[in-house]
């Protein structure tokens, strides 16, 4: 069993930086290939990156790609998600999951997932 937690998310403006950290409880976390999706109001969640369970391989999402960088440090059991450059498009809330596949972008791919943390980019 993993439980996740989010968080780091709040109110910045536009071309800010913000970081979300997944902070992740569980023996077998360290064997979880863990992703990063995001939900705005009325609209379907939208993956945004994914790291895999060694932290060697990662992939984005085309909206986010040379703006979002995501890491992982097992030593804390703790994945990041560094944005820069943010948009007002990039306002949702924010969501981490843990799963086995890599790379998967669907929603239903993953076992395990956070409670969300929102993020709100002003104009």
């Known amino acids: 069993q993993v439980q996740l937690r989010e968080s780091g998310g709040g109110l910045v403006q536009a071309g800010s930086s913000l970081t979300l950290t997944c902070a992740a409880s569980?023996?077998?976390?360290?064997?979880?290939?863990v992703a990063w999706f995001r939900q705005a109001p009325g609209k379907e969640r939208e993956f945004v990156s994914v790291?895999?369970?060694?932290?060697?391989?990662?992939y984005y999402g085309e909206s986010v790609m040379g703006r979002f960088t995501i890491t992982r440090d097992s030593a804390k059991n703790t994945v990041s998600l560094q944005m820069n450059s943010l948009k007002p498009d990039d306002t949702a809330v924010y969501y981490c999951?843990?799963?086995?596949?890599?790379?998967?972008?669907?929603?239903?791919?993953?076992?395990?997932w956070g409670q969300g943390t929102q993020v709100t980019v002003g104009s």
């Open positions: 999951a843990a799963g086995k596949e890599f790379p998967v972008v669907g929603p239903s791919e993953y076992d395990y």
């Open positions: 569980g023996s077998t976390f360290s064997s979880y290939d």
């Open positions: 790291i895999n369970w060694s932290g060697g391989m990662t």
